[in-house]
């Protein structure tokens, strides 16, 4: 076997390889829990027989992963404006669980 067929075969393995490594990088970004939230923020109860004047936020979230999943607890902070939410600081103290 001389350099240049050698040289060709590993060329072509190594392309092989990469390839294959690419597949399993998008077949593990594509699987398992993908959560996508959205959020409704003056929500309000419709029927029930009682007129409820309050505003609730509504979140809805949807798996659109492949693997099942539960969610335990939420928490919500509540944020003073947008410079304090960089910097991380909240008006609230304790979350709201």
Excluded at 7 to 26: D, E, N, T
Excluded at 74 to 83: A, E, F, H, S
Aim: hydrophobic share 45%; aromatic share 10%; glycine share 8%.
């Amino acid at each position: 076997m001389i350099t240049a067929e050698w040289a060709l075969g590993v060329s072509f393995g190594s392309l092989c390889v990469s390839i294959a490594v690419a597949l399993l990088l998008r077949r593990w970004f594509g699987e398992g829990v993908r959560l996508s939230m959205t959020v409704m923020a003056d929500a309000k109860f419709i029927g029930g027989g009682t007129q409820d004047k309050n505003t609730y936020i509504a979140i809805t979230v949807t798996n659109r992963g492949t693997a099942t999943t539960t969610i335990t607890y939420m928490v919500l902070y509540n944020y003073l404006d947008r410079l304090s939410h960089s910097f991380k600081v909240s008006a609230l103290r304790e979350p709201v669980v």
